[in-house]
C-alpha cells in the first residue's frame, strides 16, 4: 500500500461509524483520538481483522474514584483520581501516576495505550497503564500531598500489585510519593512490598539510575541517530523544551557527548544562548527559582520559538501536542528526540512524513528508558537483589539499542517513518500474545 499524504491523512481519522464510539465515549480527549488515529493507521497497515482491533486497542479497565481529604486549615476537599489498566496479556500493568489539575480519563487512557506498545517494543512483561489525579501538587502542602497520595493508593488496592498494576512516578510526582504508596499497601497487606511501585528512593528499595533512566536513554538514543544519518554530535547544536527530570537530564547527558544545549524552556518561560547555556548554573537557577526563566547569560525565549529554532537536535520534553500542523514546517533541526509522550499531533506527522531531512526518534522508543528502568527495579525487588548503577546503565543500553536496531531496520526495509516501525513492532506483539492465549469464554 503506498502511503501519500493524502492517504495518510485520511487513514489518520477516526470513522464515524466505529461501533465502539458510543460505549467508549468517556475517553473521549484530543489525546486519545490521536493514539487511536495512530493505532489505526498501524492496524490498517498490518491487515490486522476487524474482530481483533477493538480488543487491542481499547482499555482493558479503568477506575475513577473520589478523593476526600482534610486540607491543613480544616476544610474538607474532594479530588478526582483516575486509573487506566489498558491490558493485561503480557503480565502486570506498568505506567505512572500524575498529579496536575488537567488530568482526565481521556488523557490517561492514551497514555496507558502508548505505554503498552512501548513495553512491548522493548519485549518487557508489562501491559500499559497510567494514573492520574486532578490536583496542582504546587497548590498542596507536603501534608496535604501525602493525604491525597495515601487516600488515591487506599482506592486502588483492589486493582493493584505487585502481579498486577505497578505504579510509577510521572508528572507531579516523584520518589516521596512512591514512597507513601509503598507504605499505605505494605501496610494494608501486613509486610513490606517494595515491588507495588518502581521510581522509589533506593532506600527503600529502589534502583540505582532510576530517576536519570528516560534522559540518560534519550542521550544514547540520539547519538545512535546522528550515527544513523551522518551527523557529527561533537558539533550539534540542541533545544529543549521542558526542563523536569527528563529535559534536565537528558541536556546533561547530550552535553556529555558534546552537544551545545543552546535553548531551554519550561511552562514559566525559556532562554537561548547561542554560544551555549551553562548547565550546571541553570540547574543551580532552576533550583532557588523553580524555573528557567530569567537565567543570567541568555536571551529571553518562548515555546513556540523554541520549537522553530534552527538547532541539530530539537528535544520535546514536556507534554502532549506541542508539534502541530502549525510549526510542523516551520521545524530547523535535523533530528527530533520525543522525550515527552505523544508531542507530535497526526495531523504534523504527515508534513514531516515529507521532510526527509528531519529524522524523528519517537516517543515510544526515546523516552523508553525509564520504565525499561522501573522493569529492573521491579525484577530487583521480586528479588532482594539490588545491581549496581553501572549495570543498570549497561543493561539499558542494550535494551534500547535492540529496540533501535530493529525500528530502524522495518522502517528502511519497508519505507515508513521511524514511528510507524516502532507502532508496528510493538502492536503486533501484543497482537500476536492475544492470538496465543485466545479469548476466554
Given at each position: ?25 468517556i ?7 490521536m493514539?487511536c ?11 490486522m481483522p ?10 482493558k ?17 474532594v479530588?478526582?483520581g ?18 496536575h489539575?488537567d488530568?482526565?480519563?481521556g488523557e490517561?487512557a492514551a497514555l496507558a ?10 519485549g518487557?512483561?508489562y ?5 492520574g489525579?486532578a490536583c ?18 487506599q ?14 512516578p510521572?508528572?507531579g ?6 514512597a507513601?504508596?509503598?507504605?499505605t ?20 528499595g529502589?534502583?540505582l ?14 547519538n545512535?541517530?546522528?550515527d ?7 558539533k ?15 541536556a ?8 551545545k544545549?543552546?535553548?531551554v ?8 544562548n ?7 548554573g ?20 518562548t515555546?513556540?520559538q ?13 507534554i502532549?501536542?506541542?508539534i ?16 515527552a ?8 506527522d ?6 526527509s ?27 532482594s ?28 526495509k ?6 510507524l516501525?516502532?507502532?508496528?513492532l510493538?502492536i503486533?506483539?501484543v ?11
Amino acid at each position: 500500500m503506498q502511503l501519500t499524504s493524502r492517504t495518510l491523512f485520511s487513514l489518520y481519522q477516526i470513522p464515524a461509524t466505529d461501533p465502539m464510539m458510543p460505549a467508549m465515549e468517556i475517553y473521549d480527549h484530543p489525546t486519545f483520538r490521536m493514539a487511536c488515529q495512530q493505532f489505526d493507521l498501524v492496524a490498517d497497515r498490518l491487515q490486522m481483522p476487524a474482530a481483533e482491533r477493538d480488543r487491542i486497542k481499547y482499555p482493558k479497565r479503568a477506575m475513577t474514584v473520589a478523593l476526600p481529604i482534610h486540607r491543613d486549615d480544616g476544610s474538607t476537599q474532594v479530588f478526582t483520581g483516575y486509573r487506566v489498566q489498558h491490558h493485561l496479556t503480557l503480565g502486570p500493568t506498568k505506567g505512572g501516576l500524575r498529579f496536575h489539575p488537567d488530568v482526565t480519563i481521556g488523557e490517561v487512557a492514551a497514555l496507558a495505550m502508548w505505554m503498552s506498545w512501548k513495553c512491548a517494543l522493548t519485549g518487557l512483561p508489562y501491559g500499559g497503564a497510567k494514573g492520574g489525579v486532578a490536583c496542582d501538587p504546587g497548590k498542596l502542602s507536603i501534608t496535604e500531598l501525602e493525604r491525597v497520595t495515601r487516600r488515591y493508593t487506599q482506592e486502588m488496592i483492589p486493582f493493584i500489585g505487585p502481579q498486577v498494576d505497578v505504579m510509577a512516578p510521572d508528572l507531579g510526582t516523584n520518589e516521596q510519593i512512591m514512597a507513601w504508596m509503598m507504605d499505605t499497601y505494605s501496610v494494608h497487606v501486613g509486610a513490606t512490598v517494595p515491588s507495588i511501585v518502581t521510581g522509589k528512593p533506593v532506600a527503600l528499595g529502589g534502583s540505582l539510575g532510576r530517576r536519570e533512566a528516560t534522559g540518560r536513554g534519550v542521550g544514547y538514543l540520539v547519538n545512535r541517530a546522528t550515527d544513523t544519518i551522518g551527523l557529527d554530535i561533537s558539533k550539534a547544536t540542541a533545544a529543549i523544551q521542558g526542563f523536569g527530570n527528563v529535559g534536565s537530564v537528558a541536556a546533561l547527558s547530550l552535553a556529555r557527548y558534546g552537544v551545545k544545549i543552546v535553548a531551554v524552556t519550561d511552562a514559566f518561560g525559556g532562554v537561548y544562548n547561542s554560544n551555549g547555556l551553562d548547565l550546571w548554573g541553570l540547574e543551580k537557577h532552576v533550583a532557588g527559582n523553580k524555573t528557567v526563566a530569567g537565567f543570567a547569560e541568555a536571551e529571553p525565549i518562548t515555546n513556540d520559538q523554541l520549537l522553530v529554532l534552527p538547532c541539530d537536535i530539537l528535544v520535546p520534553a514536556a507534554i502532549e501536542r506541542q508539534i502541530t500542523a502549525d510549526n510542523a514546517p516551520k521545524i530547523q533541526c535535523r533530528i527530533i528526540a520525543e522525550a515527552a509522550n505523544g508531542p507530535t499531533t497526526p495531523e504534523a506527522d504527515v508534513i514531516l512524513d515529507q521532510r526527509s531531512e528531519i529524522f524523528i526518534i519517537p516517543d515510544v522508543l526515546c523516552n523508553a528508558g525509564g520504565v525499561v528502568v522501573s522493569y529492573f527495579e521491579w525484577v530487583q525487588d521480586l528479588q532482594s537483589f539490588f545491581w549496581g548503577e553501572t549495570e543498570v546503565v549497561d543493561k539499558l543500553f542494550r535494551i534500547l539499542e535492540t529496540a533501535y536496531t530493529q525500528v530502524v531496520s522495518l522502517s528502511r526495509k519497508q519505507k515508513i517513518s521511524m514511528r510507524l516501525a516502532a507502532l508496528s513492532l510493538g502492536i503486533k506483539r501484543v497482537q500476536e500474545a492475544k492470538r496465543l492465549r485466545g479469548l476466554f469464554p
